[in-house]
């Protein structure tokens, strides 16, 4: 699974005012922990931060960090 949004916020409780405990970038890894609340999946970042993230945010798919530009 993996981010299927520019930027994703991963918030600490499954609701749109709790506090947002980190972001996901698009293509980025996550790993469903099985848990769901209406539209909200629970999710861990592929640097180990849970959160809950809205379904439609993820897609299938293995995820991937995109590569750097050189400078």
């Known amino acids: 699974m993996r981010c299927a949004?520019?930027?994703?916020?991963?918030?600490?409780e499954p609701d749109e005012r709790a506090e947002q405990v980190t972001q996901?970038?698009?293509?980025?890894?996550?790993?469903p922990t099985g848990a769901r609340s209406?539209?909200?999946l629970e999710v861990t970042t592929a640097?180990?931060?849970?959160?809950?993230?809205?379904?439609?945010?993820?897609?299938a798919g293995a995820?991937?960090?995109?590569?750097?530009?050189p400078a």
């Open 24 to 31: 996901a970038l698009r293509g980025e890894p996550l790993v």
């Open 63 to 69: 995820g991937a960090f995109p590569r750097r530009s």
């Open 5 to 12: 949004v520019d930027v994703a916020p991963l918030r600490a």
């Open 38 to 40: 209406g539209r909200w």
């Open 47 to 59: 640097y180990d931060y849970p959160g809950w993230l809205r379904d439609e945010h993820v897609e």
